[in-house]
């Protein structure tokens, strides 16, 4: 039962790098979302899907995309990384826009 | 926007003391969430309050979500180093859920 898994749990790069982080759940939730978490400021959202082939900007979307690749896959890129990108990044499902989220471990992202 | 308020940002008890955090939210709420991330952890999901003037209970932890629907609590009674972590409310209206910035505690034993 591994629930959401977020790869890789690690990375860093260099300005002007692109990346994508990769989100998957095996709960057969309808929605899925990607937020950063940086100290003091809690969790902001990026993006969301709130079902397949449909996404929406959040909190927080300039400088990442987002593919709902399936019901099961979620992913963010980041086209061209910037220092203030460096954060932990966190995905998360739910059955629909009332059920509690399921957070996966995190992607730990430093931008040099 | 809405914009959910979380206080204090830090509380650092005894063990066996009482702990409170207080969310508030600058617009009315459908639910309010709660979660706890242990250090280095990920937010796990504690408890959803919907109905007006509610309050559950799970042990030691007591949650109420305010008559207005506007703000929520959460009060841990008697502290365990086991509680140490980040405490989050998540405010949701419609389709927009906010999360407050947390109140991280720490117990000494």
């Known amino acids: 039962n591994a629930g959401v898994t977020q790869t890789p749990k690690f990375q860093v790069l260099k300005t002007g790098q692109s990346m994508t982080l990769q989100c998957a759940q095996d709960m057969n939730h309808n929605s899925m979302y990607w937020y950063r978490q940086d100290p003091g400021m809690g969790l902001r959202l990026i993006y969301y899907s709130a079902s397949e082939g449909t996404t929406d900007k959040g909190e927080v979307p300039n400088g990442y995309n987002v593919s709902r690749l399936n019901k099961r896959e979620f992913s963010l890129r980041l086209e061209s990384a910037a220092p203030s990108q460096t954060s932990v990044y966190f995905c998360?499902?739910?059955?629909?826009?009332?059920?509690?989220?399921?957070f996966g471990d995190g992607t730990r992202l430093s931008i040099l | 926007g809405q914009q959910v308020m979380q206080i204090p940002q830090y509380q650092h008890v005894q063990e066996g003391e009482d702990f409170t955090t207080y969310c508030n939210s600058s617009t009315t709420l459908s639910n309010i969430q709660w979660y706890k991330q242990r250090p280095g952890g990920h937010p796990v999901f504690l408890i959803q309050l919907v109905k007006s003037g509610e309050v559950k209970k799970q042990k030691r932890l007591t949650f109420q979500f305010g008559e207005a629907k506007k703000n929520s609590s959460l009060h841990i009674t008697a502290t365990q180093t086991t509680d140490v972590g980040t405490y989050f409310c998540?405010?949701?209206?419609?389709?927009?859920?906010?999360f407050g910035a947390g109140t991280r505690l720490t117990v000494k034993p």
């Open positions: 998540a405010g949701a209206n419609n389709n927009d859920m906010r």
């Open positions: 998360a499902s739910r059955t629909d826009r009332l059920g509690a989220q399921h």
